[in-house]
């Protein structure tokens, strides 16, 4: 990802590499949440009654435009 990259090197060295475990920590998060939402996707609709159909938020990353005196 970042080839030839010193200064990220030396950031990697003194403080860790911080994204690698930020996305193993998100990972065992998501294999954990999978595991205990099992009972509840096995039993259907009809067993939990009636659920929002609203859909589920989605992460974007989108640059926010600069407000008034930010440029």
Request: aromatic share 6%; no cysteine.
């Amino acid at each position: 990802m970042f080839q030839d990259s010193p200064i990220y090197d030396r950031l990697i060295a003194e403080r860790g590499d911080v994204p690698t475990q930020v996305r193993r920590e998100a990972e065992r998060v998501s294999r954990e949440l999978e595991f205990v939402m099992q009972p509840l996707m096995s039993m259907g609709r009809s067993h939990l009654g009636e659920l929002p159909t609203t859909p589920a938020p989605q992460w974007q990353r989108n640059a926010l435009m600069p407000g008034p005196g930010q440029l």
